[in-house]
């Protein structure tokens, strides 16, 4: 299990490569790019959509910054067999994709060739401020709504993710929505880390998720509906054909026919309690 301290290990290391040099300093080992089993090309046949002129996020979300982000988490898409490198990125995708879609149920090539479409939450509700929390104490004037891919919301979230990846999230939380790199990182950093009592999205998809007796008492069962769970199941799970848990599964099955894997058991959590 990759703890958020291996996590902030790994980012430092990620911000940190040495190269060789005239001096013959010995370089560090870059981190394993996942770039084999998602190319460029690939990746734009999952966006088809995404620099659409329909989509305020167009030329935001770029291959490169997808890359390079998942560089500094090294496990991710690295874990396991092929099959499970590649289903686990394809989950990764899917949700962050139901997260920013734009699509609709007669979108040209299909609903879910919308991802990626929105970078930030339109119209929010509050400035998703928890004065509770006096450990990310929001700043005065900012609002925490939701950013990036996997629209990342709350003061809890932006001052963590902020210190794991490198910028200031309680000062400035509008930086997920203006650079690309930091955007993807503040997503698979919310991907990898584990949220007691929710484990890592992450070890969920590559099998090293072990359910405690609490989880075996709500049903939790290892799948992609479980991620479902850790993401948004407070508002999604444990409701029967819910159509936010249907559009997250159908984007995960696009995705698994394009890595050409299959999806797994357990793709809703319409039985499974939240957490």
Not at 29 to 39: D, E, W
Not at 127 to 147: A, E, F, I, L, V
Not at 181 to 209: N, R
Request: charged share 15%; hydrophobic share 35%.
């Amino acid at each position: 299990m990759e703890s958020s301290s291996l996590i902030s290990i790994s980012l430092l290391f990620c911000f940190s490569i040495l190269f060789f040099g005239s001096n013959g300093v010995e370089a560090r080992r870059a981190p394993p790019s996942i770039s084999y089993l998602i190319s460029e090309n690939l990746f734009n046949s999952i966006f088809l959509h995404k620099d659409d002129n329909a989509c305020p996020a167009r030329n935001f979300y770029n291959y490169t910054s997808f890359i390079q982000a998942a560089k500094c988490f090294p496990s991710f898409g690295n874990t396991g067999d092929i099959a499970t490198r590649k289903r686990e990125i394809a989950a990764f995708l899917a949700q962050i994709s139901h997260e920013t879609t734009g699509g609709w149920a007669t979108a040209p090539d299909g609903p879910y060739a919308w991802g990626l479409c929105f970078k930030e939450e339109i119209n929010p509700q509050s400035n998703y401020c928890d004065s509770t929390n006096t450990q990310w104490p929001c700043y005065p004037g900012k609002s925490y709504h939701g950013r990036g891919p996997i629209q990342l919301s709350w003061n809890y979230n932006y001052g963590p993710a902020g210190k794991a990846v490198g910028f200031d999230g309680l000062r400035n939380p509008e930086i997920v929505a203006n650079n690309s790199l930091i955007a993807f990182k503040t997503g698979l950093w919310f991907w990898m880390t584990e949220q007691s009592p929710k484990p890592s999205c992450h070890d969920v998809m590559v099998g090293k998720y072990v359910p405690t007796e609490a989880d075996l008492a709500a049903n939790r069962t290892a799948g992609y509906g479980l991620v479902t769970n850790i993401i948004n199941g407070g508002l999604e799970c444990g409701i029967h054909n819910d159509a936010r848990v249907n559009d997250r599964i159908g984007f995960f099955q696009r995705y698994t026919q394009l890595f050409k894997v299959d999806t797994g058991p357990n793709l809703d959590c319409a039985n499974q309690k939240p957490f």
